[in-house]
Nanobody, 120 residues
Framework: QVQLVESGGGLVQPGGFLRLSCAASGRFFGIDVMGWYRQTPGKQRDLVAAITSGGRTNYADSVKGRFIISRDNAKNTVTLQMNNLESEDTAVYYC??????????????WGQGTQVTVSS
């Protein structure tokens, strides 16, 4: 079984910053893509940023230039540095990983979510 554990959410003022971290544990062969999604009440879960094992990144247009995603393949961790936060960034943030659970198969796993609130 694979587990993703997130940390780093909280309350911050507009213009501030937060750093989210996610660590994967369990038995698996490797992790291809790791990323972060966010969701607000009544809306779908949307991609914020993703990163491949080779370091290629993809960002939502709304966070480009403000957020930075990175990962440590040796530690199976992914980090989201969020700068210049805006009230519109308020959401529950979920870590996700596309995990090679066997030699032939991949499965998507999700963390439990961490609340980020941007408010004065």
């Amino acid at each position: 079984q694979v587990q993703l554990v997130e940390s780093g959410g909280g309350l911050v003022q507009p213009g501030g910053f937060l750093r989210l971290s996610c660590a994967a544990s369990g038995r698996f062969f490797g992790i291809d893509v790791m990323g972060w999604y966010r969701q607000t009440p009544g809306k779908q879960r949307d991609l914020v940023a993703a990163i491949t094992s080779g370091g290629r990144t993809n960002y939502a247009d709304s966070v480009k230039g403000r957020f930075i995603i990175s990962r440590d393949n040796a530690k199976n961790t992914v980090t989201l540095q969020m700068n210049n936060l805006e009230s519109e960034d308020t959401a529950v943030y979920y870590c996700t990983a596309n995990v090679r659970t066997t030699f032939f198969s991949r499965d998507d796993y999700w963390g439990q979510g961490t609340q980020v609130t941007v408010s004065s």
